[in-house]
């Protein structure tokens, strides 16, 4: 399999009582995925290991250091390119503390009916599940 090529970066949190993930509205003018709410994170740059690269990406997109930064999952996006997700869980503050500068805007969005929103890429309907998964078990 080839290395990693793209990170992604999924913060979440829970708002009375429900999990919700906060996307970006990628804007028209993307060259994938226009117009779907997709993770913030990118491609990695020559040389760049994954957790460098996301950090380089989250700095770029949201003008935001992770504080409790952790490696979540790898897999395959539908094109065939490996890609690294991390987590962070986030407080009801966060949106005081980015500013997002890639995309038309962030949003936080309820976990619960997220894969079958037509407006979601699908690097995001493989991650949500499985994140899902482990905050149902906490």
Do not use: C
């Not at 919700?20 to 028209?28: A, G, I, N, P, T």
């Not at 690097?123 to 482990?134: G, N, Q, Y």
Request: charged share 30%.
């Amino acid at each position: 399999m080839n290395p990693v090529e793209i990170v992604s970066f999924l913060p979440y949190r829970k708002t009375n009582g429900e999990w919700e993930v906060f996307l970006q509205m990628r804007d028209s003018r993307a060259p994938t995925n226009p117009n779907k709410f997709s993770t913030f994170g990118g491609h990695l740059e020559e040389g760049e290991d994954s957790l460098a690269g996301l950090l380089r990406e989250i700095k770029e997109e949201l003008v935001y250091v992770p504080v409790n930064l952790e490696y979540f999952i790898q897999d395959v996006s539908p094109r065939n390119k490996l890609f690294d997700v991390y987590i962070e869980r986030v407080g009801t503050d966060f949106e005081s503390k980015i500013t997002v500068m890639e995309g038309e805007y962030g949003l936080f969005l309820p976990v619960r009916g997220l894969v079958e929103r037509e407006d979601v890429t699908s690097i995001s309907k493989i991650a949500v599940p499985v994140l899902i998964d482990r905050l149902e078990g906490q």
